[in-house]
């Protein structure tokens, strides 16, 4: 069985997927972390592979970049190939002060900008969660590891360049509301899996910080941070 995205056949797939945006990321999990892995999907270069994590049999994949491209991916592995977990593991530039380059986030919830939520058939806005099984594992794996891992909401946003006037200060009136920082998946992710009765759960590593002059190299986003993925691989 395939799908438009997907070349994988029933059964190709690990009950757990880790989900980085970037393709080559998911092939950095795969080749550093996973034994006797093979490549699952290629189609469009979104590459995804299944392996083994300490005998536990674990699946990685690329979600590409913003809600709808992980929607259409998430909304595959959960009805098609039946995944039951699906644990992006992303980046995220930072709103709160307590966050520098390298830190690791855990999100609870996401709020958003983006109309996705809109297209489900509830009369009111929908809150998109973490599932709270994962988070929990996850903050107890990160305790274990002597990861600090902050816990709490993201802004998951359509818009990578803000054509507003006043997009620089946009950033304050979220941080004002709590929210951590910000990305462009998590809220999609979390309403697919409520949609399927599927589990899912976010687990970011900040990439550069809005207030604070700190960044990171392409190359540095494709094969470091490995504190989220590990926290991902041994929860999964």
């Known amino acids: 069985m395939s799908t438009p995205h997907n ?60 809600i709808p491209s992980i929607a259409i991916y998430a909304t595959e592995l959960y009805t098609i190939y039946d995944v039951e977990n699906i644990i992006r593991v ?5 709103y709160a002060e307590s966050l520098n380059v390298g830190d690791t986030i855990l999100a609870q919830g996401a709020c958003t900008n983006s109309a996705f939520t ?10 998109p ?6 988070l929990l594992n996850a903050y107890n794996k990160a305790e274990e590891l002597g990861i600090k891992a ?7 946003s359509d818009l ?16 004002k509301m709590g929210v951590l920082a910000v990305e462009m998946e998590t809220a999609g992710l979390y309403t697919v899996a409520a949609k399927t009765g599927k589990k899912a759960l976010s687990i970011l590593t ?3 910080h809005m207030s604070k002059e700190e960044y990171t190299t392409p190359a540095q986003r494709e094969k470091t941070f490995t504190d989220m993925m590990k926290i991902a691989l041994e929860i999964g």
């Open 150 to 156: 902050e816990v709490g909401n993201v802004l998951s």
């Open 7 to 66: 070349k994988a056949k029933k059964g190709d797939f690990a009950r757990t997927v880790l989900m980085p945006g970037d393709p080559l990321r998911a092939k950095f999990i795969a080749e550093t972390f996973l034994k006797d892995y093979k490549l699952v999907n290629d189609v469009r270069g979104m590459l995804g592979y299944t392996g083994y994590y300490n005998d536990k049999r674990i699946s990685v994949m690329g979600s590409g970049m913003g």
């Open 206 to 208: 900040v990439s550069d």
């Open 118 to 127: 809109s297209h489900f058939d509830t009369p009111g806005v929908f809150a």
């Open 160 to 175: 990578f360049f803000d054509n507003n006037t006043d997009g620089e200060q946009i950033y304050k009136k979220w941080l």
């Open 129 to 134: 969660l973490a599932d709270f099984k994962l």
């Open 90 to 94: 992303g980046t995220c530039g930072g």
